[in-house]
């Protein structure tokens, strides 16, 4: 891959964004390529979650602003299309993610870290949706991700001002889970990620189907599928493990 470089440890992949000259400004190609990257992790069997970040001041600086110059309508549908497919991809599948936003994460790339599980961002980082500044509004998704995961009037100022946050201040707000220092931004990333693939791989993986599903419908209908899920989970062997483990006070083995 031209853009993203892909380390494999152990049971999981910490994934840098590749484009420093540009702030790794999200054009066709990164995001084609985030595409490709959940989907070679998915076919690893080793693999159960990611870490994503990127190389110098920036996590991601948006999308492309000089390739969107000579869009028409057409085009800029289609490219909002493409971010919205293979952020929606990277947000329902399997793999847990973390975002590490190590610096600027703006436009485009507010809506990447968006669509991962978790964000975790040093302490120098800025984070916001300029794209009014521009003349935009976001197009890969975030009008949708920032109001379910912060509320709608705290959405509605973030988007509309344009304004750039501290972590400190998005950690305020929700959008932000933990403010780290950045020499530690990475090991705090890997521990969380480490603690949450050391539980019952199947539970998670249901855990993090009944969240999103459940944000997507009414409580009733939520509820119905959380039953589902865990009713589902009596026929795997990991839970019969994880209760046995627990009774006979030692460790699962999963
Ligand atoms: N796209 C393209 N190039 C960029 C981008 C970007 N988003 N951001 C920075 N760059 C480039 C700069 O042009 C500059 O290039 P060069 O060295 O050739 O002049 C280089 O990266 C370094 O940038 P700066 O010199 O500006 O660095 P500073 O430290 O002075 O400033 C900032 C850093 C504040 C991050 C500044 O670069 C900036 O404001 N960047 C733009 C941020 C922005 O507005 N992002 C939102 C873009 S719109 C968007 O993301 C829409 C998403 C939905 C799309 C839907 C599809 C239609």
Known sequence: ????????????????????????????????????????????????????????????????????????????QAFSELGQTVFRKMELSGLISIAAINGFCLGGGMELAMACDI???????????PEVTLGLLP??????????????????????SGDMISSEEGFRLGLVNKVCDPAEL????????????????????????????????????GLGWEKQLFGGRFADQETKEGLSAFLEKRKPNF
Do not use: C, H
């Open 139 to 160: 197009g890969f998704g975030g009008s949708q991700r920032l109001p379910r995961l912060i509320g709608v009037g705290r959405a509605t100022e973030l988007i509309l």
């Open 186 to 221: 990475l090991n705090e990333s890997e521990k969380t990620l480490s603690t949450i693939l050391s539980r019952g791989p199947n539970a998670i993986k249901a855990a993090k189907t009944a969240i999103r599903q459940g944000l997507e419908t009414n409580m009733d209908r």
């Open 1 to 76: 891959m031209s853009f993203l470089e892909i380390q494999i440890k152990t049971n999981f992949a910490l994934v840098t964004i590749k484009r420093p000259e540009a702030l790794n400004a999200l054009n066709d190609v990164v995001i084609t390529e985030i595409g490709a990257m959940v989907d070679e992790l998915e076919s690893n069997s080793q693999v159960r979650g990611f870490i994503l970040t990127g190389e110098g001041k920036a996590f991601v600086a948006g999308a492309d602003i000089a390739k969107m110059k000579e869009f028409n309508v057409k085009e800029g």
């Open 119 to 129: 964000r975790y961002a040093s302490t120098v980082a800025k984070l916001g949706l």
